[in-house]
Nanobody, 125 residues
Framework: VQLVESGGGLVHPGGSLRLSCEVSGFTLDRSDITWFRQAPGKEREAISCIHTNGRPSYPYSMKGRVSISKDNVKRTVHLEMNNLKPEDTAVYYC????????????????????WGQGPQVTVSS
């Protein structure tokens, strides 16, 4: 099982960025995926998750500025982030939720068994 993120980098405040998470060793029609981030000195926090049925959830801090989607055939989950702010600077991770057969995706960290390596996203002028 692997999750490989791409798309991180430097972006100006107000800009947009698209992160991708390509998975292998499992399929997206059987596992929910969550995007997390961790800023220096802070706890890792969830941004968004997407259910096997494609239903997204945006419970946290970037709500309204982020969109999650997936392509089951390409085994890729995307995270579109808009109107980025300096406080969005963090390492961003995608992770697989090991719990299946739920009606909605969950962002509980302890339920995620495989994680990507985490690209850096820096928002700065």
């Amino acid at each position: 099982v692997q999750l490989v993120e791409s798309g991180g980098g430097l972006v100006h405040p107000g800009g947009s960025l698209r992160l991708s998470c390509e998975v292998s060793g499992f399929t997206l029609d059987r596992s929910d995926i969550t995007w997390f981030r961790q800023a220096p000195g802070k706890e890792r926090e969830a941004i968004s998750c997407i259910h096997t049925n494609g239903r997204p959830s945006y419970p946290y801090s970037m709500k309204g500025r982020v969109s999650i989607s997936k392509d089951n055939v390409k085994r890729t989950v995307h995270l579109e982030m808009n109107n980025l702010k300096p406080e969005d600077t963090a390492v961003y991770y995608c992770a697989r939720n090991k719990i299946t057969s739920r009606r909605w995706c969950s962002v509980a960290k302890t339920e995620h068994d495989y994680w990507g390596q985490g690209p850096q996203v820096t928002v700065s002028s």
